[in-house]
T-cell receptor
Framework: EPEVTQTPSHQVTQMGQEVILRCVPI?????FYWYRQILGQKVEFLVS????????KSEIFDDQFSVERPDGSNFTLKIRSTKLEDSAMYFC????????????FGEGSWLTVV | AQKVTQAQTEISVVEKEDVTLDCVYE???????LFWYKQPPSGELVFLIR??????QNEISGRYSWNFQKSTSSFNFTITASQVVDSAVYFC???????????????FGKGTKLSVIP
């Protein structure tokens, strides 16, 4: 069964460092997403991406964040200068173009900023 | 604005008991989708069900069943004869059916942690 894959599964980084989280969405999907879950809290939308550009972003997704689809398979989230409060599980997700189609999530990347 | 409320923060049941997880939502959209996801201790988000707001029929899948009541804006999830493997955090989520931006952002509830005790 096709799935969204994410790397790394866990990363520890020092405050102020740049981090890149990588994702391979399901191959026939056209919409890509990043969500975040701070420990013990609900899952929050960060950004959606379609046709090589951001289609929606939340207030959380400020100038420290960027997304990119550098090739035909990968989808990345970059945090330019990490802060302690960026510590969270980051989920990549993808869906097809069909209205209301299910969004499938990857296993998540734990980011710990120290 | 959309909002999903899962009033039950934690529930504990003994194995083989039935348990219902509540979900109440708010939206101004006339057409929308409701979802349930399971997050086991390993952390991934596992899709369980998607329900169109047009379809108020209840759905059953094995030990799982869902009760959608548009009149009360609720989409409750029942596990029959619970098992230890059902222990997880369960999230209810909502998305618009049509988006001018073309994407389908999910609004999640805070989740209900279910512990099934052997």
């Amino acid at each position: 069964e096709p799935e969204v894959t994410q790397t790394p599964s866990h990363q520890v980084t020092q405050m102020g460092q740049e981090v890149i989280l990588r994702c391979v969405p399901i191959s026939n999907h056209l919409y890509f997403y990043w969500y975040r879950q701070i420990l013990g809290q609900k899952v929050e939308f960060l950004v959606s991406f379609y046709n090589n550009e951001i289609s929606e972003k939340s207030e959380i997704f400020d100038d420290q964040f960027s997304v990119e689809r550098p090739d035909g398979s990968n989808f990345t989230l970059k945090i330019r200068s990490t802060k302690l409060e960026d510590s969270a599980m980051y989920f990549c997700a993808s869906s097809t173009q069909v209205s209301g189609n299910t969004i499938y999530f990857g296993e998540g990347s734990w980011l710990t900023v120290v | 604005a959309q909002k999903v409320t899962q009033a039950q923060t934690e529930i504990s049941v003994v194995e083989k008991e039935d348990v219902t997880l509540d979900c109440v939502y708010e939206t101004r959209d006339t057409t929308y989708y409701l979802f349930w996801y399971k997050q086991p201790p390993s952390g991934e988000l596992v899709f369980l069900i998607r329900r169109n707001s047009f379809d108020e029929q209840n759905e059953i899948s094995g030990r799982y069943s869902w009760n959608f009541q548009k009149s009360t804006s609720s989409f409750n999830f029942t596990i029959t004869a619970s098992q230890v493997v059902d222990s997880a955090v369960y999230f209810c989520a909502l998305s618009a059916a049509y988006s001018g931006a073309g994407s389908y952002q999910l609004t999640f509830g805070k989740g209900t942690k279910l512990s099934v005790i052997p």
